[in-house]
């Protein structure tokens, strides 16, 4: 999933200056899961927001929504009687949603009320860390299940580096050393041979080095007398 | 809406009771009963602040008697959160507060609504660079 924070708070009512009608839109899928914009998130933010207005003597007024999943367009189109009339949407979701919220709403602007980190996963409540590098050309099966891109500091394809030190990162003695993990993982899964096969360098064209990526399944696409 | 908003869970309730079988003066505040302090979230306490209450003080179970395990944990990352909030956005962090108490413990219940009075009349109405810190 994604993993996204909130932006600060102060950094936010920056960001609304001169606004008078907000929709705060938030997102039930990663966002969600990461506590950083689901529907209590909205809730929360929504009412600082009101208090910092009331507070302040601001005429403001601010609604919210939660959207099923803020990166399609089919969702996305639903909200479209609450974005009415609006100055501007302060989205909650990731940097997709914030895109797909202004793509669907071109004359008001999306504001992103989160930073979006990187893909990862919850390893206890509260607790999101990076797993996936999206390299676009997966080497899991060849490293127990542990990825080389996103968890090695250096991104090393072959092996640790000379800094690895008691399982631990030289980068970051609080990070794991990747390949410590991928050699423990291969052993208990009784594939020690993968050790030696040799990673060539990566194309990373696929990484998005190449520029924004784009996939088509074709099987999924539709002909124009289906639309 | 008063100047003090009490949000208190069931089980804490009796002592508010007892405070009053007992003749003890119980300042003025709006209670509201909930069925945990968990329930009570950040957007809770600071939409209490904004339609009219000075402070807001939560009220929960002693630790580890929580009936839902863990609901006065939770009560207490939410008004850490409010009082973040607050502080963010220019106001003090001393209106929204959270006390545990056992159900026998109405003096203690008693002390911190006083306090939360208190507050409520140094703090005045929520009012961004007026009266708050």
Known sequence: MIIAERKDLARLIGMLEGRRSILVAGCRSCVAVCQAGGEREVAALAEALRLHAAAGGLERSIETVTVERQCEKEWTREVAPMVEGKDAILSLACGVGVQVMQETFPDVQALPGLNTSNMGAPVEQGVYEERCGGCGDCVLHLTGGICPVARCSKSLLNGPCGGSQGGRCEIDPETPCAWDMIYRSLLRLGHAELLEVNIPPKDWTPSGHGGPRRIVRKRAVLEDEET | ?133
């Open chain 2, 1 to 133: 809406m008063s100047n003090v908003v009490m949000l208190i869970c069931s089980a804490a309730l009796g002592a508010l009771e007892l405070a009053m079988e007992n003749g003890i003066a119980v300042p003025n505040a709006a209670v509201v009963e909930v069925p945990c302090s968990g329930r009570v979230d950040e957007a809770t306490a600071l939409r209490a602040l904004r339609q009219g209450a000075r402070t807001v003080l939560v009220v929960g179970c002693l630790a580890g008697n929580c009936r839902f395990r863990t609901g006065n944990h939770e009560a207490h990352r939410n008004v850490d959160e409010a009082k973040s909030v607050l502080r963010q956005i220019g106001l003090s962090p001393d209106r929204v507060e959270m006390i545990e108490v056992a159900s026998v413990q109405y003096v203690k219940l008693v002390d911190a609504m006083r306090t939360m009075e208190e507050r409520a009349e140094r703090l005045g109405p929520v009012k961004l660079l007026e009266g708050d810190a």
